[in-house]
């Protein structure tokens, strides 16, 4: 009966994200409400779109872990509200103290809710590759929250992690053990993944996308991703997961839209590239099979042209 209800609830949540609604929670800050998707592992589902002044940002998924003997909420949110809202929905659902906060990569919507979480003297963990991210792009993360939803990005300043690590990081609380991972080069510099063994779970951050295209920034090696992938990202061989962007869903989802579409662009990027295209064509090879992700128009042509410009060295 319960895989009959979780595979029901993985076919049905795809209809339930569109970058056409502009706010599913009217009553917060947070995009959504949290909704617990295996027993004690909650989130607050995202906009599958870019950040605007009515999602106020929360373009993201806000995750958190009630243990029995604390919280650990993972990402810190796009700002100091977001942040706020977020604890206010974790006191309604139990008295236990946020203990830890992970910041998933070093990105606006990951980390400038880190002003809130220490102000309240919660621990804020990240790999030491999203500190320095934070540390060379934080302010201009800020300016353009503040560009985009203005008064909404009150309160909010770029605080630092307060713990930072290399490899591994391993938290035992209550029936949980929570592992933090930064598995290899994949999406952004820092980008961890949070795996919990015992429910075959993962809470991927940006290694893993669906329901809108990911983007490929000028530092997305989508080779390297494509290695991290393959070597370390299929060996969990989870059951569950909680992608960065779009709502909980499985390995099949994730593996088809995010490793299927690096690969099926870089192969017609490199069909490009054999028959002597330049760079003003590739940002129109075909990629209609992935036109009914949300964020296509904004990102389809901008992934094209980075991924020529990989390739063409390559």
């Known amino acids: ?77 796009a700002s100091y509200g977001l942040a706020k809202a977020l604890h206010d929905e974790i006191k309604v659902i139990t008295d236990q103290p946020v203990t830890h906060v992970f910041n998933e990569n070093g990105q606006g919507h990951a980390m400038l809710g880190n002003s809130y979480w220490v102000e309240q003297g919660v621990p804020v963990i990240a790999h030491e590759d999203a500190l320095h991210e934070i540390e060379r792009y934080g302010g201009s993360s800020l300016e353009a929250a503040r560009r985009v939803t203005k008064e909404r990005a009150e309160g909010t300043e770029v605080v630092m992690p307060t713990e930072t690590f290399a490899g591994d990081y391993l ?22 993944v949070i795996w919990l063994p015992e429910q075959s779970l993962v809470i991927s951050g940006d290694m893993a996308f669906h329901e809108r295209m990911l983007p490929i920034f000028p530092e997305t090696i989508t080779r390297d ?32 839209y995010t ?36 964020t296509f128009e904004e990102l389809a042509t901008k992934n094209a042209g980075r991924v020529y410009e990989q390739m063409e060295w390559e």
Do not use: C
């Open 1 to 77: 009966m319960r895989s009959l209800f979780i595979a029901a609830l993985f076919a049905a949540t795809p209809a339930l994200a569109s970058e056409d609604i502009a706010d599913q929670y009217p009553g917060s800050l947070l995009y959504s409400k949290p909704v617990e998707f295996i027993p004690g592992i909650w989130s607050a589902i995202g906009a599958t779109a870019p950040p605007t002044y009515e999602n106020a940002g929360h373009n993201n998924n806000l995750s958190f872990i009630v243990t029995g003997e604390g919280v650990v909420v993972i990402n810190g949110g």
């Open 171 to 192: 938290l035992e609380m209550g029936a949980y053990r929570i592992e933090a991972r930064h598995l290899g080069p994949a999406h952004s510099p820092g980008d961890i």
């Open 225 to 256: 991703w494509l290695d991290t992938w393959d070597a370390e990202f299929e060996a969990l061989n989870a059951t569950y997961v909680i992608p960065g962007h779009g709502h909980p869903t499985n390995m099949d989802q994730v593996r088809r």
């Open 259 to 294: 490793k299927g579409y690096l690969e099926y662009l870089r192969a017609r990027i490199a069909e490009h590239l054999d028959a002597g295209g330049d760079l003003a064509d590739a940002y129109y090879v075909d990629q209609s099979p992935y036109a009914h992700l949300d």
